[in-house]
């Protein structure tokens, strides 16, 4: 059943900002259970590019359960060291540009391994 997990990379999302710094940056996937049994998600890794930059390695360990035939939100916290590249993307996205991100990874769902390797474009 495990094997039946649909991962969708939907978007990058800003947290709240604080006084002069720049805000969190979050990767968003959209997990969908078409089964009819709950399927727990044990980790999610990878590296996400901006305009085929890289961005940032991300990993999040936190462990959660899908209900059947049900999808979660699953977002992950970036925290790249290529201060610019956050920079460039921040004003990207708060004027409103088009941007083109991929993600390349993995999620671990009940010990089987799923490739994730999928490019959206966001305005």
């Known amino acids: 059943a495990a094997g039946k997990l649909r991962v969708?990379?939907?978007?990058?999302?800003?947290?709240?900002?604080?006084?002069f710094k720049i805000p969190e940056i979050f990767a968003n996937f959209r997990i969908v259970n078409p089964t009819n049994t709950?399927?727990?998600?044990?980790?999610?890794?990878?590296?996400?590019?901006?305009?085929?930059?890289?961005?940032?390695?991300?990993q999040n360990l936190?462990?959660?359960?899908?209900?059947?035939n049900s999808e979660f939100i699953?977002?992950?916290k970036i925290e790249s060291s290529a201060f610019s590249l956050v920079q460039t993307l921040y004003d990207y996205l708060r004027n409103k540009q088009k941007i083109t991100v991929s993600f390349d990874g993995t999620i671990n769902t009940s010990g089987v391994v799923l490739p994730i390797k999928q490019i959206i474009i966001q305005q």
């Open 38 to 58: 709950p399927l727990s998600v044990d980790s999610l890794a990878g590296d996400i590019y901006f305009n085929k930059n890289l961005l940032a390695s991300v």
């Open 62 to 68: 936190n462990k959660i359960t899908i209900n059947p």
């Open 74 to 76: 699953y977002s992950v």
């Open 8 to 19: 969708y990379f939907k978007d990058i999302r800003f947290g709240k900002t604080k006084g």
